[in-house]
């Protein structure tokens, strides 16, 4: 039983992986495709080919984040006490709140120029897609410090604990001063400009996301420094 039980999880972990590769492959595809087909092209046929290559683009880094998530996950053994599982989760949480920033800020410089392009009307469904992608990765961040991710739930005897909320508690309220400084900054220039109001959201909302992943990590290295 135990045997039959080791080598469906094998099957199982080897199946996800080769779908996560080929998302990665095809991701890969895309982008080539896009960035070569586009290259001479202008007008509607180059937008196109942009959207493409930026699709390519998400799928790579989202099929190789999934990876690497999947390939930890598999490397955390069972222990009698769970320590050695509760510490390997933690650690792969640190790398999500590293990784997610990250990727926010990188769809971020191509989200700026496509909110110009929307507000002067003149946007594409490639634009509305980079306006998308930063968002969406800064409400990923947040959703692995709220604890609403889909591993934390899983996990939750090895993720939630009294020093984790405390750390949540403190991590949140610096992501709630940044929010609040940024849509203020951001209501002093759409007086001004609207334009430019509009355009900032983005960069306000990536940056509340980065500040409540990278203020938690940075807690939890404080405090794993503390108990060491």
């Known amino acids: 039983m135990a045997e039959s039980s080791f080598k469906k999880a094998d099957e199982a972990f080897a199946r996800k992986s080769r779908w996560l590769i080929a998302l990665m492959g095809l991701g890969i595809v895309a982008a080539v495709t896009g960035f070569i087909g586009g290259s001479d092209k202008d ?15 998400a799928l790579v880094l989202g099929g190789a984040v999934m990876l690497w998530i999947h390939i930890a996950a598999r490397a955390i053994g069972d222990d009698p006490g769970g320590s050695i599982k509760r510490e390997r ?11 997610f920033p990250v990727l926010a800020f990188f769809f971020l410089i191509q989200a700026i120029p496509a909110a110009g392009n929307i507000i002067r009307r003149t946007g594409d469904t490639g634009d509305y ?7 969406l990765y800064a409400w990923m961040a947040t959703a692995i410090v709220m604890g609403w991710d889909g591993q ?20 949140m309220s610096w992501a709630f ?6 849509v203020t900054a951001s209501l002093g220039l759409g007086l001004w400009r609207q334009d430019l109001g509009i355009a900032s959201l983005p960069l306000v909302l990536s940056a ?21």
Do not use: C, Y
């Open 43 to 57: 007008g509607d046929v180059a937008t196109n080919f942009g959207i493409l290559a930026g699709v390519g683009i």
């Open 89 to 99: 989760l933690q650690t792969q949480r640190s790398r999500q709140l590293w990784v």
């Open 129 to 135: 897609l980079h306006m998308v992608l930063p968002v």
């Open 152 to 171: 934390t739930r899983k996990e939750r005897k090895f993720l939630e604990d009294e020093l984790t909320r405390v750390l949540r508690a403190r991590a």
């Open 177 to 182: 001063i940044a929010l609040m400084a940024g």
């Open 208 to 228: 509340a996301g980065a500040t409540a992943a990278i203020r938690f990590v940075w807690l939890d290295r404080e405090a794993g420094q503390n108990d060491g």
